[in-house]
Structure formats: structure tokens, C-alpha cells
């Protein structure tokens, strides 16, 4: 998988399909991914468990929409719009966080975050 990426090649699991995207030439790399197709797919799947959502807004923008690839990093809706619909492995909403002075303030006067 990581010689596909490094080539090129985005890769996607649905349901039980291993999706396949990129130039023709590298067809050789795309017929051993579908040779070890169980793996491939179990390997993809393995990613999405474990891709790692933001706990912050945008650093650059302050957005608080996200969108990412299959096993993919977060990547900020309003910053880099997804060129297609396709693309899209999943979608969040983080709520905002009170800032560190709103915190200490909260503590100071004994409240917690709503």
C-alpha cells in the first residue's frame, strides 16, 4: 500500500470493494493490490479505526468543519474544500472549546465547562 500512495495511487474500502484511483500506467502496482485484496481491505479498514479526528478549531481559519480521506488526517472544510464528493471518507463538526482565560476564570470562581 505504501508503494501505491507513494506512486500515486488513492485507495478506498467500501462495504467490500477495494476502490482504486489513478494513472494508467501504474497498473502493474494496481493489479498486486487486487491480488492481496483481503489484506489490502483489512489494512485500509485498520486505518479508519485509528485516524485521528482534531480536538481544536482550524489553526489557519478558525474552522470548525472537517473532512477527511479513508485513513486519512483531518482536513479543514473551509481551508481545502473537497474537490469531489467522492473523496470523502468522513465528515465532523467539533464544538468549540473555551479559551485558556475562560478556563482559569471558570476555576477561579469554582464553575466547570458547560
Given at each position: 500500500m505504501a508503494e501505491a500512495r507513494a506512486a500515486g495511487l488513492k485507495l478506498r474500502a467500501e462495504g467490500g470493494l477495494l476502490h482504486v484511483r489513478g494513472p494508467?500506467?501504474?497498473e502493474p502496482i494496481v493489479r498486486r493490490l487486487f491480488q492481496a485484496k483481503?489484506?489490502?481491505?483489512?489494512?485500509?479498514?485498520?486505518?479508519?479505526?485509528?485516524a485521528i479526528t482534531p480536538s481544536r478549531p482550524c489553526r489557519?481559519?478558525?474552522?470548525?468543519?472537517?473532512?477527511?480521506?479513508?485513513?486519512?488526517?483531518?482536513?479543514?472544510?473551509?481551508?481545502?474544500?473537497?474537490?469531489?464528493p467522492d473523496l470523502v471518507a468522513e465528515e465532523f463538526t467539533i464544538t468549540a472549546t473555551p479559551s485558556?482565560?475562560?478556563?482559569?476564570?471558570?476555576?477561579r470562581f469554582g464553575w466547570e465547562p458547560a
Open positions: 494508467l500506467a501504474l483481503i489484506e489490502v481491505l483489512a489494512a485500509l479498514q485498520d486505518e479508519q479505526k485509528f489557519l481559519c478558525d474552522g470548525h468543519y472537517f473532512w477527511s480521506r479513508a485513513g486519512g488526517a483531518a482536513i479543514c472544510s473551509r481551508c481545502h474544500p473537497c474537490p469531489s485558556k482565560e475562560v478556563n482559569r476564570l471558570l476555576e
